[in-house]
């Protein structure tokens, strides 16, 4: 009961900033409202026992990404000029709106108790007993990391990669954007 509790107010928490990134003039409170709510994220990956994820998520995108577009933000001149309100958002408050409908009508006609009797009917692994086999409710952290040494070692070097090229970029960008606006 009290995990229930917790859950339901971090996804009220999760919720509510995540229209507050929507519907905010300012974008540095924008991008707070964004780093809180992926900490709420991180929460949520610590309460499905993912612990391992959780702290990536903690480290990688509350830490990192939060402090890039923190200092991105400060880094435009025209502030004034960004906050104004985009001429999309009826568009996109309609697609929102469809969209809460949809995953509305999915919540409330699913079948939760036996999606949750076949997992735990199905699985002979469950706390204590699991051995080298994954499933749910087991420690993630090591079985994770093993993962991403050995099978999906070259898919984890490409998106360092990638991260790596998408830095160089923007501050090639930067460095053309600076020159510009010297001269």
Not at 92 to 106: D, E, K, P
Not at 136 to 148: A, F, M, P, R, Y
């Amino acid at each position: 009961m009290f995990i229930d509790a917790i859950f339901y107010l971090v996804s009220i928490l999760l919720i509510s900033n995540s229209l507050l990134i929507l519907f905010s003039k300012n974008v540095y409170r924008s991008a707070v409202f964004l780093a809180f709510s992926m900490l709420c994220f991180a929460a949520m990956y610590f309460m499905l026992s993912a612990e391992f994820i959780g702290v990536i998520q903690i480290l990688v995108y509350v830490g990192a990404v939060s402090v890039l577009i923190a200092l991105s933000v400060m880094l435009v001149k025209d502030i004034e000029k960004s906050t104004d309100n985009n001429r999309l958002l009826y568009y996109s408050s309609a697609i929102g709106l469809i969209f809460l409908v949809s995953i509305s009508f999915f919540i409330l006609n699913f079948e939760w108790n036996e999606f949750s009797r076949n997992i735990l009917d199905g699985s002979n692994c469950l706390l204590s007993n699991c051995g080298p086999e994954p499933a749910i409710l087991i420690e993630s952290t090591n079985w994770l990391g093993k993962l991403i040494t050995t099978d999906f070692m070259i898919a984890f070097q490409l998106s360092g990669l990638i991260l790596l090229a998408s830095l160089i970029g923007a501050l090639a960008l930067l460095r053309i954007r600076m020159n510009d606006d010297s001269k």
